[in-house]
């Protein structure tokens, strides 16, 4: 059973930073891409950004520039500088995984969730 394990939630002052890193773990073929969504109360869950495994990146509007995305195997990162309170949310990992090379599809795996409070 692959499981994706957050870290590096928490709460910090407007224009802080905090770092999120989201580990992939279990046996499985490939799993790509990887990326962070955000679900703040209230709202739907929204894409932040995603890397392919060969680096290729995509960000929401509302981060870029603010907002780094980064890969290391099966581990993902999320550098959040220049926080706004309006980046206050639940982020979630997400991945795609294929289990075994003769799995046509890729599968879709969401983390637990870690919470990111930005006070003003």
């Known amino acids: 059973q692959v499981q994706l394990v957050e870290s590096g939630g928490g709460l910090v002052q407007a224009g802080g930073s905090l770092r999120l890193s989201c580990a992939a773990s279990?046996?499985?073929?490939?799993?790509?891409?990887m990326g962070w969504y955000r679900q703040a109360p209230g709202k739907q869950r929204e894409l932040v950004a995603t890397?392919?495994?060969?680096?290729g990146t995509n960000y929401a509007d509302s981060v870029k520039g603010r907002f780094t995305i980064s890969r290391d195997k099966n581990t993902v990162y999320l550098q959040m500088n220049s926080l706004k309170p309006e980046d206050t949310a639940v982020y979630y990992c997400?991945?795609?995984?294929?289990?075994?090379?003769?799995?046509?599809?890729?599968?879709?795996?969401w983390g637990q969730g870690t919470l990111v409070t930005v006070s003003s």
């Open positions: 997400n991945a795609a995984i294929k289990y075994n090379s003769y799995d046509a599809n890729y599968l879709e795996l």
């Open positions: 279990g046996s499985f073929f490939n799993i790509n891409p």
């Open positions: 890397v392919t495994s060969v680096g």
